[in-house]
């Protein structure tokens, strides 16, 4: 079974061999609100632990995404540059953002798990 | 200082408002649908909208007050009919814009809404220029409400009947529950609509009736939404005491026959800035593709100058797409005229187009 974590900027990571593929969660979305414009990094780029790694941005402001693992960016989700919207519907499936060839599987050791990362939103956003 | 709340504020709560602080007040920015879906409610149905924290001023006089106030506001009073309304400004000598507000003509004298975050000092520099003659009334004792959209009428006439006869920046007393209330069709959504100055104590009873007849409480997020694609201005962003109702795009508010006489506060730079031009100039601006660039967005001409910034800009829900408004030099300021945004480090092209983006719908009247 693939692993799923979580990081504290409130995106998710799915590992599968040496691909991950990373979105934001819906809590996230949650508090965001209605997602309008969603910029991505370029394939083939490379992006560092914890770095930018695109835009989201709600009709009230923009907030970073953050790439919660290092790697080199070897697809991207076009489906929601054109619909923004699909992140607020699916944010922790179909509206992924980005896959990435991760370099260090140990850099996912340090991000939380379900449990954990249900309790840390629910303390951050109280 | 105390947050304070608004009389409506249980009942934000009871829809599940998120709240945001506003000029002091604990606001409502969206419910549990969401901005878009909210902005669309409006422009296809009715929103009501929260707006007690404005100002609504009072002031009390007859000919000398109406002689008086035309010091002020660069507008024809003497002529302007028992409930009728008009967009004004309150400036500085230097024409600098210290707030945009609505005065209408009551009974009793003028009644003025105010910007929340500037009634105030508004109250405190109007009461100078008046010399302490008037009875001036900064009324917190009532709430205001506002309902705007094309099924608002219905609705609201559906509670308070008549409402359906007044005609755009006009309005009356009207009775609800035995209390006076004072209803003009005018709105800051670019949509047909009215605002309601009733007692605190009913404003929670009228707004339920309002929500039981098919209407909606719209948050401050939508309502930014919606004041920007009608091509309105916000005090405190498209507007301040560094831009001037010329500049400001805003010359159509000023009367012109009071533009001709002068003898208001800040005439001498209006009328020289009438004749001789700006050098800044208030202009919709339409970015391509969907980047949003937001207010304070440096804007450049196509040889890489800066030439102005972004004073208000969002995501335009029924535009479908980004929309801002913001000043730049007047010789770049005409329609169609190629721009660059600076986003995030990179320029990306935008055009300035004319305003609003989306059409007024506002009902015919002798304004």
Known sequence: MSEVKYSKEHEWIKLEGDVATVGITKHATEMLGDIVFAELPEKGSNVEKDGTAGVVESTKAASDVYTPVSGEVVDTNQAIVDDPSKINQDPENSAWFFKLKIKDPSEMDALMNREDYDKFAKETSS | ?367
């Open chain 2, 1 to 367: 200082m105390d947050i304070k709340k608004t009389p409506l504020y249980q009942l934000h709560q009871d829809c599940k408002a998120k709240f945001v602080e506003f000029a002091g007040y604990q606001m409502p920015i969206q419910y549990s649908e969401g901005i878009v879906e909210e902005h669309k409610f409006t422009r296809n149905h009715s929103g009501i909208f929260d707006v007690s924290h404005m100002g609504q001023l009072f002031i009390y006089g007859g000919e000398e007050l109406t002689q008086d106030l035309e010091k002020i506001f660069p507008l024809n009073l003497k002529n302007l009919k028992l409930n009728h309304s008009k967009y004004s400004f309150l400036m500085n000598e230097d024409a600098g814009i210290h707030d945009d507000l609505i005065i209408t003509k009551i009974n009793e004298g003028f009644l003025i809404i105010l910007n929340a975050a500037c009634k105030e000092s508004d109250f405190d520099i109007l009461k100078n220029f008046l010399k302490g003659k008037y009875k001036m009334i900064l009324d917190d004792n009532r709430s205001l409400i506002a309902i705007q959209g094309p099924k608002s009428s219905n609705i609201l006439n559906d509670v308070i009947d008549g409402v359906k006869d007044l005609n755009f920046m006009s309005g009356n007393w009207f009775s609800f529950e035995n209390q006076k209330i004072y209803i003009t069709r005018s709105g800051y959504t670019g949509e047909d609509g009215f605002e309601i100055s009733i007692l605190n104590s009913f404003a929670d009873k009228l707004t339920r009736e309002l929500i039981k007849k098919g209407s909606k409480l719209i948050g401050l997020g939508a309502r930014d939404t919606l004041r920007l694609e009608a091509g309105l201005c916000l005090y405190g962003h498209d507007l301040d005491k560094d831009k001037t109702p010329v500049e400001a795009n805003l010359k159509w508010a000023i009367s012109k026959e009071r533009i001709s006489k002068g003898d208001f506060i800040g005439s001498d730079i209006i009328i020289k800035q009438i004749n001789n031009g700006v050098s800044k100039i208030r202009v919709g601006i339409k970015p391509e593709g969907r980047i949003i660039a937001r207010e304070k967005t440096k804007i450049f001409n196509q040889s890489d100058v800066h030439i102005g910034e972004i004073t208000s800009g969002t995501f335009g829900p029924s535009v479908n797409g980004p929309v801002a408004m913001g000043y730049v030099e007047n010789q770049f300021s005409k329609k169609n005229t190629r721009v660059y945004l600076e986003v995030r480090g990179k320029k990306h092209p935008a055009s300035i187009c004319s305003l609003p983006f989306y059409k007024k719908s506002y009902v015919k009247g002798a304004n």
